[in-house]
């Protein structure tokens, strides 16, 4: 590593290594406080599949279509956070305390963003308009 990138990245390297390390010790303590609970994500996926497409009473309906709105709005959630990451491209920066900052849009990814989110509201109110008026 040393042949091939800067001390200053080897150092930030090093540094988020601490830091994550430090972590981990936290999270560890943290889990022999907590009661174990298997967080397996196949067991959970098949769980839910299983819960959302039973044939329960119609008592349980509300329940499983809130449960599924549920796990539709932090699939988005999760998805939507790691998106920018892998699509856009990210810039990295120090700041004044040595933390490592990820900066993932451009000035011309921002006026594609406004330009489209003014569009969306322009077909909205022209929208809007057709449905107040009576084409009769």
């Known amino acids: 590593m040393k042949d091939n990138f800067s001390q200053e990245f080897i150092a930030d390297l090093n540094s988020q290594i601490s830091k994550l390390t430090k972590e981990i010790a936290r999270i560890r303590v ?10 397996e994500a196949t067991t959970m996926m098949r769980e839910a599949a299983a819960h959302l497409t039973s044939t329960a009473p119609v008592v349980d309906q509300w329940m499983r279509l809130a449960f599924a709105y549920e796990w539709r709005v932090a699939s988005a959630a999760a998805h939507g956070r790691s998106w920018p990451v ?7 920066t120090k700041t004044a305390d040595g ?11 921002l006026g594609r963003s406004v330009g489209a989110a003014t569009l969306m ?16």
Do not use: M, Y
């Not at 943290?30 to 967080?39: F, G, R, S």
């Not at 933390?99 to 990814?109: D, I, V, Y």
């Open 121 to 136: 509201t322009s077909e909205a109110w022209r929208l809007w308009d057709l449905r107040r008026i009576n084409h009769l």
């Open 30 to 39: 943290l889990q022999k406080e907590l009661p174990k609970i298997d967080a």
């Open 86 to 92: 892998f699509v856009r491209k990210t810039e990295k």
């Open 99 to 109: 933390e490592l900052r990820s900066f993932t849009t451009s000035a011309g990814e």
